[in-house]
């Protein structure tokens, strides 16, 4: 299967007709539990001698397809998918962390992300330090030997930075942490964060992965490269009290984190996927090369439009050539630039709110990877938790407008925000 184009694997890869019922799309599989042949077999399965099915907290079928499509469009080794982005990001650092652990991150984040670093996080006594996309070696600077991951997003949300994802991986490597890049707004047919050394890809497969803007998930891709041997993770090299004093790393090697993720963390935190949302993503990313391709065409267009517009005082979209960006995304995602950008109005935050008030075709909501073309404020909606300061920093000022531009007509969008405008 590896050896089919992004393309072919987008439709087929993990699926098969169903062998019960030659069902050519994958069934929901709708059930919480799983009949045991036995009790030897029962036996097994709790201790990891064999994997199959027991309760779909931590494995169903339907899900398995999705973990299958996504660690194969990744070049992974295994994935794991679970209820929502932010339970990706849960799981993975569950799996890392310790209480006084810290990561050191971007500080361009979704801003949810920022506020479950600093705040949900901090409950568990993880802490965050953050650095500055636009300059790896603050990274490098900020890692101390509590340090347990590097973490980016490979185009950043709202502000579109791209990130030098192959600078940041040296640096991680150096200190013997992974680089943990979330992949959310390129997803796999624009940058394949593994290629250029990341060790776990995250997604908020709610966005472009499902793509239509109707299911809540999340994936997390373990690259099985990373030595999780190496005494800094313990949860993975030291006997498990769980399973019999099982040694995770030694026990399944490279695919240990991603096992670790499931059967301690999706176990024993639960966010798990439920099979109907599995079905709707992985039907999403049968079109995801079609539709990204598409979501980037358009918005191309409209960054330049926009960019000629004597309302508009700047646009950060990557794929223009005089923006900082550009150099970077040439290097790492030449397709396209992604859909989600931002752009600052000259008339600030009142300009912001009457844009938003004013479109007919956009939507004005939360979300960003859908079908549609959609349109929020961060500075009164996302990122409203942030203070000024961290707020500008994290690319979300008063004037700015976020876009997340859909696979309509790029005349119809274009349209839309002028008349929004007016
Ligand atoms: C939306 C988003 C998340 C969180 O994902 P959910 O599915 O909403 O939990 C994480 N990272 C990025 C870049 C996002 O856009």
Redesign the pocket.
């Known amino acids: 299967m590896s050896d089919y184009g992004f393309s072919t694997l987008s439709v087929h890869a993990g699926a098969q007709p169903d062998p019960a019922t030659g069902a050519r799309a994958t069934p929901i599989y709708q059930t919480t539990a799983f009949v045991f042949e036995d009790a030897d077999h029962a036996a097994a399965l709790f201790n990891l001698q064999v994997f199959g099915n027991i309760y779909s907290r931590i494995m169903n079928p339907t899900n398995a397809v999705l973990e299958e499509r996504v660690a194969a469009l990744e070049g992974g080794r295994a994935a794991l998918s679970c ?7 849960l799981l993975a650092l569950h799996t890392l962390m310790e209480p006084g652990a810290n990561i050191v991150a971007a500080r361009q ?2 801003g ?2 920022i506020n ?1 670093f600093s705040q949900g996080f901090a409950k568990f006594d993880w802490h965050v330090k953050w650095a500055d996309t636009t300059d790896p070696d603050s990274f490098k600077a900020l890692i101390d030997a509590k340090t347990k991951a590097l973490y980016a ?1 490979s185009i ?2 709202p502000g579109g930075l791209i990130t030098d994802i192959e600078a940041l991986a040296r640096i991680a490597h150096d200190a013997g942490v992974p680089l943990i890049i ?1 992949n ?2 390129a997803t796999p047919y624009l940058i394949r964060p593994i290629e250029w050394g990341a060790d776990i890809v ?6 472009f992965l499902g793509g239509h803007g109707n299911s ?3 994936v997390l891709v373990d690259a099985g490269k990373f030595d999780y041997g190496n005494g800094k993770y313990p949860t993975l090299s030291e006997p498990c009290p769980s399973y019999h004093g099982m040694k995770l790393w030694e026990t399944f090697g490279d695919m240990a984190f991603a096992i670790a993720c499931r059967v301690l963390g999706l176990r024993d935190l639960g966010p798990a996927l439920s099979p109907m949302n599995a079905f709707l993503v992985q039907t999403g990313m049968e079109t995801l090369p079609l539709r990204m391709q598409k979501h980037c065409d358009n918005a191309l267009q409209v960054a330049k439009w926009l960019k000629a517009n004597d309302k508009v005082s700047w646009v950060n979209y990557a794929g223009l050539e005089d923006n900082a960006s550009y150099a970077l995304h040439r290097k790492y995602c030449p397709k396209g630039a992604g859909s ?1 950008f931002t752009f600052g109005l000259k008339g600030g935050y009142e300009a912001g709110v009457k844009m938003v008030n004013g479109v007919q075709l956009f939507s004005h909501l939360a ?3 859908d079908t549609r073309s959609l349109i929020i404020h961060p500075a009164s909606t996302t990122h409203r938790q942030l203070n000024d300061e961290d707020r500008v920093k994290a690319g979300a000022g008063p004037d700015v407008v976020r876009l997340s531009i859909g696979i309509e007509d790029a005349a119809d969008i274009i349209a839309d925000l002028e008349q929004a405008m007016t």
Do not use: F, P, R
């Open positions: 209820a929502s982005g932010h339970a990706a990001q984040l979704y949810g992300s479950q997003e950043a949300n979330d959310t707004l995250l997604h908020s497969a709610t966005k809540m998930a999340g989600v979300n960003i990877g």
